[in-house]
């Protein structure tokens, strides 16, 4: 009840527009290996945050071999399986392909480790129907940054599993949940903004974004061709990030209580028991309330909270390239 529903275009900008922009089965037809071609994006080659979750090695259909890279790896790039002529793209995309939008997951099991994911899919790509895209437009390209902090939050995705009436994450479902709609100068925009941008902007195509962004005062602009200093490429600083994010959403957007949060965090048995495996404790459940805590303390007390990854920027040495990809001018 304390935001619109993503698809209520009464309750103000940004206006959200869906795209299924290929089919993978009824457009095979335009498919092709011609690397001259844009990369069409599949459902593995996404994941929270990350463009780049998959590439693609080898075969195809059920035979395919795709492989993830770690942050760093000079071999994760946009890697796809197939691709498409720019002469055989669709009309009705118009000129959506040369437009940073995001991508987000179709496939929606509530038996997975996660339900809702979703990205910043770059210009210079078209996605299958597993990777639906939203388009706020130009003007409103910033509106991105919060909304991916909340899609991919444990809060919203406890919300969209609890809609779930078969696994697919359909625009009615998506149109049903309950996304703010922030202004630039609200306080947790402020603060979740630059970490998703550093989430994001992990490779060249995403650079044109982060400079776009830094008009508003939310990062320092780098050079083009090169990764921003600041991104977070190293899995602890992703998982720190992420967490600050799930407590910021809990706390500031959705004003959930500490039991509540954690109650929406048992919801998800895969994500404790891996954490288990992994590190002999729910991890992840604990580092999240621990943000909370800080942000809780901090409200409490009428100070303004201080991330931790934003203190320890450093934005003196570019990121060396790795996974270009060419792309055509994002304006």
Not at 120 to 142: I, M, S
Not at 172 to 201: E, I
Request: charge should be negative; aromatic fraction near 8%; hydrophobic fraction near 40%.
């Amino acid at each position: 009840a304390r935001h619109p529903a993503f698809g209520d275009a009464s309750a103000g900008m940004p206006l959200r527009h869906y795209q299924r922009e290929v089919d993978m089965g009824n457009d095979n037809d335009l498919f092709t290996a011609d690397p001259s071609g844009l990369p069409v994006y599949e459902g593995r080659m996404i994941t929270h945050f990350d463009h780049r979750a998959k590439g693609y090695v080898s075969g195809h259909g059920n035979s395919s071999v795709w492989v993830e890279r770690e942050f760093g790896d000079p071999e994760k790039a946009i890697v796809p399986q197939w691709r498409v002529l720019r002469s055989d793209i669709p009309g009705k995309l118009g000129g959506r392909c040369d437009r940073y939008r995001i991508g987000f997951g179709d496939v929606a099991n509530p038996r997975n480790e996660r339900s809702l994911t979703a990205c910043l899919v770059p210009p210079g790509v078209v996605c299958g129907d597993k990777v639906p895209t939203v388009d706020f437009g130009w003007q409103d390209e910033w509106a991105y940054l919060p909304w991916l902090a909340v899609a991919n939050s444990f809060s919203m995705d406890w919300m969209a599993r609890s809609k779930l009436s078969s696994p697919k994450m359909s625009f009615t479902l998506m149109d049903s949940l309950p996304f703010p709609r922030p202004k630039l100068a609200d306080p947790w925009v402020r603060l979740a903004a630059p970490l998703v941008l550093r989430l994001t902007c992990t490779a060249p195509e995403m650079t044109p974004y982060w400079n776009e962004m830094a008009q508003f005062g939310l990062c320092v602009p780098t050079p083009e061709g090169t990764v921003p200093p600041t991104a977070l490429l190293a899995d602890a600083d992703r998982d720190a990030a992420r967490n600050e994010l799930d407590a910021l959403v809990a706390h500031d957007v959705f004003g959930l209580t500490r039991a509540e949060l954690e109650s929406v965090l048992d919801t998800f048995p895969v994500v404790r028991r891996r954490d288990e495996a992994a590190h002999g404790e729910s991890r992840t459940k604990r580092l999240i309330l621990e943000a909370y805590d800080a942000m809780a303390a901090a409200a409490k007390t009428g100070t303004a909270y201080q991330s931790p990854l934003e203190s320890q920027a450093n934005p003196t040495v570019a990121h060396p390239v790795c996974g270009t990809l060419t792309l055509r001018s994002a304006s």
